[in-house]
Structure formats: structure tokens, C-alpha cells
């Protein structure tokens, strides 16, 4: 059983600053590309920002130059720093990874969801 635990959400004021971490654990022979998405009340998940195993990175055009996403492939842990954040940002955040528990089956992995909300 793989398993991937969010800390770091909380309460900010706009223009703000907050770090969110992923930890995944369980058996787990590698991971591919990692991410975080959020959903905001009455609209649909969103893709925030993935990195690939290599550190690609991609950003939703939303968070750019504000947010960076990283990983510590010893760790299984990916983080995201959120700059200068806007009462927009507000949401549950979620990490993902994708996760190989063999040589060739892998699938996609949710944490439980972190708030996030940002105060005007």
C-alpha cells in the first residue's frame, strides 16, 4: 500500500508566503512525475504545478513565477513554495505522484488534500 501525506497548509494573509510537502511511503520501487493540484469551492480539480523524475517542471500559467515545485527523490517528498499569494490561491491543495510498486506496474496516487486559504 502506497500512501502520500500533505503538511503545511494554513491560513495567510494575501501577499504571503506558505510551503506545502508530500511524503509518499509504502512499497515503492520508484516514482515518476509528481504534482499538486487544488480545487476551490464549486469548481473542478486543477492542475497547479508537476515535475517529472528528471525535475521538468510545469506550471499552471495562474501560479507562474509565484510557485515552485521540487522534489527529494531520496525522500519521495515533493514540495511546492507558494509566493506572494493571492486570496485566488485559496483551495484544497492536493499532491499526486505516480508510483512504480514493481518493474512495470505503476498508478497514480492521491494525498488526503491540505487547505490553503488566503485572507485579502
Known amino acids: 500500500q502506497v500512501q502520500l501525506v500533505e503538511s503545511g497548509g494554513g491560513l495567510v494573509q494575501a501577499g504571503g508566503f506558505l510551503s506545502l510537502s508530500c511524503a509518499a511511503s509504502?512499497?515503492?520501487?520508484?516514482?515518476?512525475?509528481m504534482g499538486w493540484y487544488r480545487q476551490a469551492p464549486g469548481k473542478q480539480r486543477e492542475l497547479v504545478a508537476a515535475?517529472?523524475?528528471?525535475?521538468?517542471?510545469n506550471y499552471a500559467d495562474s501560479v507562474k513565477g509565484r510557485f515552485t515545485i521540487s522534489r527529494d527523490n531520496a525522500k519521495k517528498t515533493v514540495f511546492l513554495q507558494m509566493n506572494t499569494l493571492k486570496p485566488e490561491d485559496t483551495a484544497v491543495y492536493y499532491c499526486?505522484?505516480?508510483?512504480?510498486?514493481?518493474?512495470?506496474?505503476?498508478?497514480?496516487?492521491w494525498g488526503q488534500g491540505t487547505q490553503v486559504t488566503v485572507s485579502s
Open positions: 499526486n505522484a505516480d508510483v512504480y510498486t514493481g518493474s512495470t506496474y505503476h498508478k497514480i496516487y
Open positions: 509504502g512499497i515503492i520501487s520508484s516514482i515518476n512525475a
Open positions: 515535475i517529472t523524475s528528471d525535475s521538468i517542471t
